[in-house]
């Protein structure tokens, strides 16, 4: 599925991007079949990096594009995953559903380094929250499991604050 900017565009921030988030459920039998579509899209690929990042905490790798300067970033996930049918230049894809994208970026912000990310996670967060219906007791609750529940609810209130404004 699509995550990222992609489909922060997708539910409701257009925004420009060099790279592309995909998040990709994969056993170890099926990294070599990867491995070969990624070439295949002119990406360099290095199997044991995939199998190193597969088995390691973080599970993000990013490729390079070999002529441009656009990158993968794949995230390896396990599990079913939270998405929802879409489409993207007449094509059927998946986008990471708007609750765990919200989420995802919640948890950037807790870790990010540079004020500045934050602060686009920060606006795409916002536009999610404005323009797409979310469960939003949903995700109070999982942003109080991962700590994040203050920020989402400073967000919130921005969003009401600006809302009833002229």
């Known amino acids: 599925m699509l995550t990222g900017a992609l489909a922060s565009s997708y ?67 396990e599990g079913r995953l939270e998405r929802k049918a879409g489409s993207m230049l007449g094509l059927r894809t998946f ?25 686009i996670d920060k606006e795409d967060i916002k536009a999610i929250l404005r323009s797409t219906k979310i469960r939003l007791k949903f995700v109070r609750k999982r942003a109080q499991r991962d700590s994040t529940s203050d920020v989402f609810e400073d967000l919130l209130q921005e969003i009401s604050g600006s809302s009833s404004r002229p």
């Open 95 to 119: 986008y990471q559903s708007p609750e765990s994208l919200v989420l995802a970026k919640l948890r950037m912000i807790k870790v990010t380094i540079q004020p500045e990310r934050a602060v």
């Open 11 to 77: 539910y409701g921030r257009p925004r420009t991007t060099v790279d592309v988030d995909v998040v990709v459920v994969i056993t170890r039998g099926q990294l070599r079949k990867l491995a070969g579509v990624l070439r295949q899209a002119n990406l360099r690929v290095n199997e044991r990096k995939l199998g190193d990042t597969l088995r390691s905490e973080y599970r993000i790798l990013t490729l390079e594009d070999k002529n441009s300067p656009h990158t993968l970033d794949i995230i390896f996930a």
